[in-house]
């Protein structure tokens, strides 16, 4: 299969003119890779693609089936933003664009490893970029056991208030365990306060920004997350909390057991099942049934779309890429769909929004990495 002929086929596809069979192909084709890929791929990965589309397409296409028309309609929708970030198939056009931009965005490397501690004395720890998390017993140790502070400094004085913060920057994540052995992801532009050791009592801690929590199980000591203007009870299970200071809605997500979401404005208590979502605003909230995946794919290293909008998905890459988003003309109305690894470098999504059809430059910025301008 050439380059052509898969153009074809999938303008075809986009344009309501397949057949059953290639209709069917293409949903096949998404399903596969918008899954991780597994082992390493070749060094082009234009080649890869290329070829395991190829192979996928020559073994499924003698026993493709009818596409649904419900789930065609959704896919047409999303349009050429389906095929380029969804299937991952896409192809550099090259066209010409100011030199500069290409060589910022070459520039701007995906997030990583990047936190802060700030003690209760004041100390301001930057916590190690090698490093992927901490561990909280009698002191703070990095998850491989070596020690957090140099030798010979003390990590808590005698005079220390025993609570601490853990921040991290636009582009930065970090995990640890905490003395009770809950253990907790933040994603970028987030915070978690939390204390040394839990009393006898209860575990609480404060959020803000976007955490993925995983609960040690005590039904002597329930734990609290306090975020916004909510508070979260759980005795033992994993969900996830988007709470940033500048959204207007807070999203609470659960994948295992169950919570309770105390809202401290409207006083009202609602109770979530796995797979259901918390929306809440302004003392307002509502409940829906969520793909969990979409809400937590981003502590196993991926953006997840099912749907987003631009504002959603460009959110996203803002926090992670530590860049700014503007919109030159009208934001767009289409739907991201798919799976994409936050590794990969800034150059390389700018190369699949383009080809999706985004007019999309990075120019330089002198609060950010980059300020990504959308439309002309």
Known sequence: ?????????????????????????????????????????????????????????????????????????????????????????????????????????????????????????????????????????????????????????????????????????????????LSDGSEIWLNASSSLRYPIKFDDQQRMVELTGEGYFAIAKDKQRPFRVHYKNQVVTVLGTEFNIAAYPDEPTTKTTLVTGAVEIFDQQSRAIDKLSPGQQAISSGGNTSIQRVNVQQYTAWKDGYFYFSGSSPQEAFTQLSNWYDVAVSYKKEIPKVAFFGKVERNMPLDSLLEILRTAGFDVEARPSAIHRAELIIGK
């Open 1 to 177: 299969m050439t380059k052509k002929d898969a153009k074809e086929l999938f303008d075809r596809y986009l344009n309501g003119k397949a057949t059953p069979q290639e209709a069917a192909l293409i949903e096949r084709a998404y399903a596969h890779f918008a899954e991780p890929a597994s082992g390493d791929l070749p060094h082009s990965r234009e080649d890869a693609i290329m070829a395991a589309l190829d192979n996928h397409m020559t073994t499924q296409l003698s026993k493709s089936t009818p596409s649904k028309v419900g789930r065609l309609a959704i896919y047409m929708a999303a349009a050429i933003l389906l095929i380029a970030i969804s299937v991952g198939l896409y192809f550099y056009s090259y066209k010409s664009r100011p030199e500069s931009a290409t060589l910022l965005a070459t520039e701007v490397p995906p997030g990583g490893n990047r936190a802060t501690l700030l003690l209760g004395d004041g100390r301001t720890i930057s916590l190690s970029e090698d490093q992927a998390g901490i561990v909280i017993g009698d002191g703070i140790k990095y998850a491989d056991g070596s020690d957090v502070f140099a030798d010979g400094e003390a990590a808590f004085p005698a005079t220390t208030a025993r609570m601490v913060t853990i921040s991290t920057p636009k582009g930065g994540t970090y995990q640890l365990r």
